[in-house]
């Protein structure tokens, strides 16, 4: 049976003081994140504030342990980018 897995971080991006910057980072965070990982993923709240991002990553696999091991690879590799800091995450399984 497949499964599902969805994590979600939010971000306070400390150097980004406009809409701008902060594109600029997500960007990164998002694209990298997608290549790196082989996840679905995509920017889902906070739009309209400048120092604070939402970004939720999608995994299906045949096994949950898989699905545990992506998301749990990508939570360590958003957490290891300087320019934005994880302030809450949560992963579920669908």
Do not use: N, Q, Y
Request: charged share 30%; glycine share 8%; net charge positive.
């Amino acid at each position: 049976m497949a499964v599902i897995g969805v994590g979600r971080w939010v971000f306070h991006l400390p150097g980004c003081r406009s809409l701008k910057a902060k594109r600029s980072v997500v960007r990164g965070l998002r694209e990298r994140t997608i290549v790196k990982f082989r996840v679905s993923a995509a920017e889902t709240g906070l739009r309209d504030r400048a120092s604070m991002a939402e970004i939720t990553a999608c995994v299906a696999s045949g096994e949950r342990r898989h699905a545990e091991s992506v998301l749990g690879r990508v939570d360590l590799f958003l957490r290891s980018d300087p320019r934005a800091h994880v302030i809450e995450s949560e992963t579920e399984f669908l």
